[in-house]
């Protein structure tokens, strides 16, 4: 099958009841074929549309293929859960040996291994070191006369802990930060079994289970029984390497990257890692101190000559890819236009009629011209935000919670993290799998808040497509992905139009954007809170990784509270896939004001009342008399239905220039720098909130909370940027959810476009 990956040794099985599917690609393009994955318990029909006009009218959708008659059911199961295996485990019976590790548990509540050569099924065989239910440190040995486990003392979570079992002889103790805290009798002789070695993981059967939910460092198993000097060394040593010939196997975990997990004791007890897992963490002897909070201007952070990132971080739920069989390959005819599609699933579960949808992006075919113009769909944000991966299925339209919260889950052990919902046991989730379901990003899915009919993922994109049809506009379409893939697509296009929630930027569509601009390209930004997070993808572009991390607080007595998005901790923003520091761009010394005039300033999403509208600023400005008149006059209001009602533009999240930014920052941290004002920007209007929501976040450009400026809370502006390029960026999330409903906004947007070289056909 195309895009099978590598096979899973024996895990833990969830099965889901429900239809849940993903398709293999984010985008293909027209002449292409594309493969959907589908796990269901119940029969359905199958189909592939384009999407129409209408978001709430799916039956209109025009239909490319149709699967003749009900597909019967077929479930796939789920593996989640992440550890390392060593197929080569230690030979018996042994005398005496030693394991050890740094550990610092997120969680308790399951039985989770932590280093284990062990099988429950095999009841004379095996050993492991474990965090019983309650948190307890326990030891397991067994042996040809017995079977023993000592329980010490409670871990403390989120804290890291020498830990340490010493078997000799049958004597067993166990050891926290250089002393002992428990001892006991175990077997004359441990038999270690057949079963692999796993850090993390344990088996049942010979399936894996009992996954831990900890950060671990230097696991390292000797061959002999360390005595209360080596321990005391060994603690004191704060995870470095053991070294010596009574070695029996030892991991540094100091890769940072990949699958691959290298054993340094010469016995080749190699590793790989199953469920990806994480690297890149701070480990015991970290200092974060030593990382910039702000900028590389306060002092560069040496990633390569950092040992005290060593380590990985394992969770319970850790799943990228579902590794599920294709179940359909439908092929896309050349002559399609380009525009957002799904696979359909239709159904009845529980007496309830459901419909399941896909999205994906189709691209121009590739022996078809370019169009005048290209839109990019923000299908990072999509997947960032792209929580219950396995949420239940409903009828009808679903209401996502703010904050990406997770839906009502298909199976309780199903995973529901996304970037803003952490891990079962609290772990920061750091990586989004793109072989995974996101029944979020269906193009009728609504979002926060409840009642306004808003959406900030592709029925919010999809108002753009259709009034842009609907004018005559010939448009290509591209993904994410795609521009990260390729960014010099651009110079193709005499214009890209940046639409919705186009939150999550790569550093080859950051520089390609602003190389395009540079050699006199124009960019239409109908975004807000746009290009704020860096994120990076694995080089088979099938794992998106993005590292929010809490910048500690200035020390200063006036310093404000912070608005953060979930995070871990400070230190870990650099990127396992490349090396490169993660987190926000404006804290890489890479503010996307350079390169669109804006940058991101607040956000609110509380109620339906919140959204507010654009304040005409500069009547005189020429996109609003050429080649068209809107009408608009100084201080009238757009960007909203006829009498002020919704849909309204200024809501969700939105961006201001760095002049007014300036304004409302009203600390410089130490060693930070507040960037001046960009030269040339013109604002158009001001898009204003008048009345102050429950949940409004205003924000300096430290991300530090500020005050609104008489509501101000975007900016429409047009620049001639300096350095070359043209941009028009409308600084709200919501700038095209209204094109439908105002024709003033309409004819502005026309004459920018017209201004850009992009016409009617």
Same mark, same amino acid.
């Given at each position: 099958?195309?895009?099978?990956?590598?096979?899973?040794?024996?895990?833990?099985?969830?099965?889901?009841?429900?239809?849940?599917?993903?398709?293999?690609?984010?985008?293909?393009?027209?002449?292409?074929?594309?493969?959907?994955?589908?796990?269901?318990?119940?029969?359905?029909?199958?189909?592939? &549309?384009?999407?129409?006009?209408?978001?709430?009218?799916?039956?209109?959708?025009?239909?490319?293929?149709?699967?003749?008659?009900?597909?019967?059911?077929?479930?796939?199961?789920?593996?989640?859960?992440?550890?390392?295996?060593?197929?080569?485990?230690?030979?018996?019976?042994?005398?005496?040996?030693?394991?050890?590790?740094?550990?610092?548990?997120?969680?308790?509540?399951?039985?989770?291994?932590?280093?284990?050569?062990?099988?429950?099924?095999?009841?004379?065989?095996?050993?492991?070191?474990?965090?019983?239910?309650?948190?307890?440190?326990?030891?397991?040995?067994? %042996?040809?006369?017995?079977?023993?486990?000592?329980?010490?003392?409670?871990?403390?979570?989120?804290?890291?802990?020498?830990?340490?079992?010493?078997?000799?002889?049958?004597?067993?103790?166990?050891?926290?930060?250089?002393?002992?805290?428990?001892?006991?009798?175990?077997?004359?002789?441990?038999?270690?079994?057949?079963?692999?070695?796993?850090?993390?993981?344990?088996?049942?059967?010979?399936?894996? &289970?009992?996954?831990?939910?900890?950060?671990?460092?230097?696991?390292?198993?000797?061959?002999?029984?360390?005595?209360?000097?080596?321990?005391?060394?060994?603690?004191?040593?704060?995870?470095?390497?053991?070294?010596?010939?009574?070695?029996?196997?030892?991991?540094?975990?100091?890769?940072?990257?990949?699958?691959?997990?290298?054993?340094?004791?010469?016995?080749?007890?190699?590793?790989?890692?199953?469920?990806?897992?994480?690297?890149?963490?701070?480990?015991?002897?970290?200092?974060?101190?030593? !990382?910039?909070?702000?900028?590389?201007?306060?002092?560069?952070?040496?990633?390569?000559?950092?040992?005290?990132?060593?380590?990985?971080?394992?969770?319970?739920?850790?799943?990228?890819?579902?590794?599920?069989?294709?179940?359909?390959?439908?092929?896309?005819?050349?002559?399609?236009?380009?525009?957002?599609?799904?696979?359909?699933?239709?159904?009845?579960?529980?007496?309830?009629?459901?419909?399941?949808?896909?999205?994906?992006?189709?691209?121009?075919?590739?022996?078809?011209?370019?169009?005048?113009?290209?839109?990019?769909?923000?299908?990072?944000?999509?997947?960032?935000?792209?929580?219950?991966?396995?949420?239940?299925?409903?009828?009808?339209?679903?209401?996502?919670?703010?904050?990406?919260?997770?839906?009502?889950?298909?199976?309780?052990?199903?995973?529901?993290?996304?970037?803003?919902?952490?891990?079962?046991?609290?772990?920061?989730?750091?990586?989004?799998?793109?072989?995974?379901?996101?029944?979020?990003?269906?193009?009728?899915?609504?979002?926060?808040?409840?009642?306004?009919?808003? &959406?900030?993922?592709?029925?919010?994109?999809?108002?753009?497509?259709?009034?842009?049809?609907?004018?005559?506009?010939?448009?290509?379409?591209?993904?994410?992905?795609?521009?990260?893939?390729?960014?010099?697509?651009?110079?193709?296009?005499?214009?890209?139009?940046?639409?919705?929630?186009?939150?999550?930027?790569?550093?080859?569509?950051?520089?390609?954007?602003?190389?395009?601009?540079?050699?006199?390209?124009?960019?239409?930004?109908?975004?807000?809170?746009?290009?704020?997070?860096?994120?990076?993808?694995?080089?088979?572009?099938?794992?998106?990784?993005?590292?929010?991390?809490?910048?500690?607080?200035?020390?200063?007595?006036?310093?404000?509270?912070?608005?953060?998005?979930?995070?871990?901790?400070?230190?870990?923003?650099?990127?396992?896939?490349?090396?490169?520091?993660?987190?926000?761009?404006?804290?890489?010394?890479?503010? &996307?004001?350079?390169?669109?005039?804006?940058?991101?300033?607040?956000?609110?999403?509380?109620?339906?009342?919140?959204?507010? !509208?654009?304040? !005409?600023?500069?009547?005189?400005?020429?996109?609003?008399?050429?080649?068209?008149?809107?009408?608009?006059?100084? %201080?009238?209001?757009?960007?909203?239905?006829?009498?002020?009602?919704?849909?309204?533009?200024?809501?969700?999240?939105?961006?201001?220039?760095?002049?007014?930014?300036?304004?409302?920052?009203?600390?410089?941290?130490?060693?930070?720098?507040?960037?001046?004002?960009?030269?040339?920007?013109?604002?158009?209007?001001?898009?204003?909130?008048? !009345?102050?929501?429950?949940?409004?976040?205003?924000?300096?450009?430290?991300?530090?909370?500020?005050?609104?400026?008489?509501?101000?809370?975007?900016?429409?502006?047009?620049?001639?940027?300096?350095?070359?390029?043209?941009?028009?960026?409308?600084?709200?999330?919501?700038?095209?959810?209204?094109?439908?409903?105002?024709?003033?906004?309409?004819?502005?947007?026309?004459?920018?476009?017209?201004?850009?070289?992009?016409?009617?056909?």
């Amino acid at each position: 099958m195309p895009g099978l990956p590598h096979p899973l040794p024996p895990h833990r099985a969830i099965e889901l009841p429900g239809l849940h599917a993903y398709a293999g690609a984010v985008s293909v393009a027209a002449g292409e074929t594309i493969g959907f994955h589908v796990s269901s318990s119940v029969p359905y029909r199958f189909s592939v &549309c384009r999407l129409g006009p209408d978001a709430d009218d799916a039956p209109l959708d025009p239909v490319l293929h149709a699967a003749e008659g009900w597909q019967p059911e077929g479930l796939q199961a789920i593996h989640p859960g992440s550890y390392v295996r060593i197929d080569r485990g230690l030979q018996g019976p042994l005398e005496s040996f030693t394991l050890e590790c740094w550990i610092s548990p997120w969680d308790f509540g399951d039985l989770q291994a932590i280093v284990s050569q062990f099988d429950d099924a095999s009841a004379r065989h095996g050993f492991g070191l474990f965090i019983e239910e309650d948190g307890s440190l326990a030891f397991r040995c067994h %042996g040809p006369d017995l079977c023993a486990c000592l329980i010490g003392p409670r871990l403390a979570d989120r804290t890291w802990t020498h830990i340490a079992a010493v078997f000799e002889a049958g004597a067993m103790s166990l050891w926290m930060n250089g002393g002992c805290v428990a001892r006991g009798s175990g077997p004359a002789l441990c038999d270690p079994g057949f079963a692999p070695l796993r850090l993390g993981a344990m088996a049942a059967q010979g399936v894996a &289970c009992g996954f831990l939910d900890a950060d671990m460092t230097m696991p390292v198993i000797h061959a002999q029984a360390l005595d209360a000097t080596a321990m005391a060394a060994r603690f004191s040593e704060r995870s470095l390497p053991a070294d010596g010939e009574g070695l029996l196997a030892c991991w540094p975990l100091k890769e940072g990257r990949g699958e691959h997990v290298a054993d340094v004791s010469g016995h080749g007890r190699h590793g790989k890692i199953v469920n990806h897992a994480t690297w890149m963490i701070a480990g015991p002897a970290f200092d974060a101190a030593r !990382v910039p909070r702000f900028s590389r201007r306060e002092g560069e952070h040496d990633l390569a000559a950092d040992t005290t990132r060593a380590g990985l971080r394992f969770a319970s739920d850790d799943l990228v890819d579902c590794r599920w069989t294709e179940t359909h390959r439908v092929h896309i005819p050349a002559e399609v236009q380009p525009g957002l599609h799904v696979g359909r699933f239709q159904f009845d579960l529980e007496g309830r009629a459901c419909r399941y949808d896909v999205t994906f992006v189709v691209r121009r075919a590739p022996t078809a011209h370019p169009a005048p113009l290209l839109v990019l769909c923000a299908t990072n944000s999509w997947r960032a935000y792209a929580s219950s991966p396995f949420a239940r299925n409903v009828a009808g339209a679903a209401q996502w919670p703010r904050r990406a919260a997770p839906m009502p889950n298909s199976h309780p052990q199903a995973p529901s993290y996304n970037h803003y919902t952490p891990h079962r046991k609290g772990q920061p989730t750091y990586f989004a799998g793109l072989r995974m379901p996101w029944p979020s990003a269906a193009p009728d899915a609504l979002y926060a808040p409840e009642g306004s009919g808003f &959406c900030h993922g592709p029925r919010l994109e999809r108002c753009l497509h259709a009034w842009l049809e609907r004018h005559g506009y010939a448009y290509d379409l591209v993904s994410d992905l795609d521009l990260h893939r390729d960014p010099a697509l651009l110079g193709r296009y005499r214009s890209v139009v940046i639409n919705g929630h186009s939150e999550y930027w790569s550093a080859p569509a950051f520089e390609g954007l602003d190389g395009y601009l540079r050699d006199g390209g124009t960019a239409v930004v109908l975004s807000g809170n746009t290009m704020y997070w860096r994120v990076s993808f694995n080089e088979e572009g099938t794992v998106m990784e993005q590292r929010k991390t809490l910048t500690p607080p200035d020390t200063h007595d006036g310093a404000l509270p912070k608005h953060a998005a979930p995070g871990g901790a400070h230190g870990e923003q650099y990127h396992s896939q490349d090396g490169q520091r993660g987190g926000l761009w404006r804290f890489n010394d890479r503010s &996307c004001s350079d390169v669109i005039g804006l940058e991101t300033a607040g956000w609110a999403f509380a109620d339906a009342d919140d959204f507010g !509208v654009y304040h !005409v600023h500069d009547a005189d400005h020429f996109l609003y008399h050429q080649p068209h008149q809107t009408g608009l006059g100084q %201080g009238d209001t757009f960007g909203h239905a006829p009498g002020g009602a919704l849909p309204r533009a200024i809501g969700h999240e939105w961006d201001l220039s760095i002049a007014t930014l300036r304004r409302m920052t009203h600390h410089v941290p130490e060693g930070a720098v507040l960037p001046a004002a960009h030269e040339g920007i013109q604002v158009l209007a001001q898009g204003i909130r008048r !009345v102050p929501g429950a949940m409004d976040a205003y924000l300096d450009y430290f991300e530090g909370a500020t005050e609104s400026l008489d509501g101000l809370s975007a900016e429409m502006i047009y620049w001639e940027r300096p350095q070359g390029g043209r941009v028009f960026h409308a600084g709200a999330v919501g700038a095209g959810w209204v094109l439908g409903v105002d024709p003033a906004f309409g004819l502005l947007l026309r004459n920018v476009l017209h201004h850009f070289g992009v016409k009617p056909t």
